[in-house]
């Protein structure tokens, strides 16, 4: 059950795509939403505040600027009936959202993203890149306005080894919770190839004993697994894409770099990713 979200925002037209998203979630499930935003001050002055000094006239200028940015989104209709609580942190981005998650007992992380044309915006960047990489809790990175509730299908791919489980039971539960039927993929490329039978041995001795329904098994071959999972998404026009990384290595066989990171960049569906 997510009751507590957090939305980090850089006013974006892409973060406001992940609110709204966000306050969809939240009115389905009672949650909380905290909306964060990290104060990029001048160094000098982010010191002081970090250090608990009485704040300088600059920097109660930008809080005081920052504090109006949010009483106008918060203004916004598809906010109506939602708790929102406006956080500020004077951190560097990651150690921001990190902070918040563990303060605040964060169930989901819900992100804006330029995609394909490159992470660019203060969320928008490397650092978006960085929370999928290194988050524990799960991270939806939404690219333009979505009805979540409206997704059908809702692709994970998988390599179906047994440190996947928890990660694919997530993935199960938030289908489940916005109605979509879940299809699990596996994709195969020459560097990985897996014969037909040795595929369908493994995704059926990892699923055996899993509560799961509502849900399709598939082998997809492509030249790389990135392309397979965008391709696969693409063949059914699935709404969603989900997948587990260890960070930089990406789900164990896939060893084609930063597969969750990659994904996430170029898919033009929301992507959810879960850490192993």
């Known amino acids: ?7 980090p925002t850089d006013f974006s037209t892409q973060a406001e795509s992940a609110l709204k998203v ?10 909380k939403i905290y909306l964060l935003h990290i104060l990029d001050l001048p160094m000098h002055l ?9 704040a300088a006239p600059e920097a109660i200028f930008f809080m005081k600027q920052t504090h109006k940015k949010f009483e106008e989104v918060m203004g916004q209709e598809y906010l109506k009936g939602v708790e929102i609580i406006e956080t500020v942190s004077f951190e560097d981005v990651l150690s921001g959202i990190i902070d918040s998650c563990k303060k605040n007992n964060v169930d989901i992380i819900i992100m804006g993203s330029h995609g394909s044309s490159g992470f660019e915006e203060l969320f928008i960047g490397s650092n978006a890149e960085k929370v999928v990489r290194t988050s524990k809790q799960p991270v939806l990175v939404i690219k333009e306005d979505c009805n979540i509730f409206g997704v059908n299908d809702f692709v994970y791919a998988t390599n179906f080894d047994n440190e996947d ?13 916005i109605g979509a039927k879940l299809h699990l993929v596996w994709v195969n490329t020459a560097n990985g190839f897996k014969t037909t039978y040795e595929t369908e041995e493994k995704m059926n001795n990892m699923i055996s004993n899993l509560p799961i329904d509502n849900y399709s098994l598939n082998i997809y071959n492509d030249i790389t ?3 397979g999972i965008l391709n696969f998404a693409g063949s059914l026009n699935a709404g969603m894409i989900g997948i587990s990384t260890h960070g930089r290595k990406g789900i164990s066989h896939f060893i084609n770099g930063s597969l969750g990171e990659d994904v996430v960049n170029h898919a033009k569906r929301p992507v959810l990713t879960f850490k192993i």
Request: net charge positive; glycine share 2%.
């Open 1 to 7: 059950m997510i009751k507590n979200i957090l939305v």
């Open 22 to 31: 966000a306050a969809q979630i939240a009115k389905k499930n009672d949650a």
């Open 46 to 54: 982010s010191d002081l505040m970090s250090s608990g000094a009485t």
């Open 165 to 177: 489980k928890p990660s694919l039971l997530a993935a199960h539960e938030f289908a489940k919770s």
């Open 225 to 227: 697994v990135e392309k």
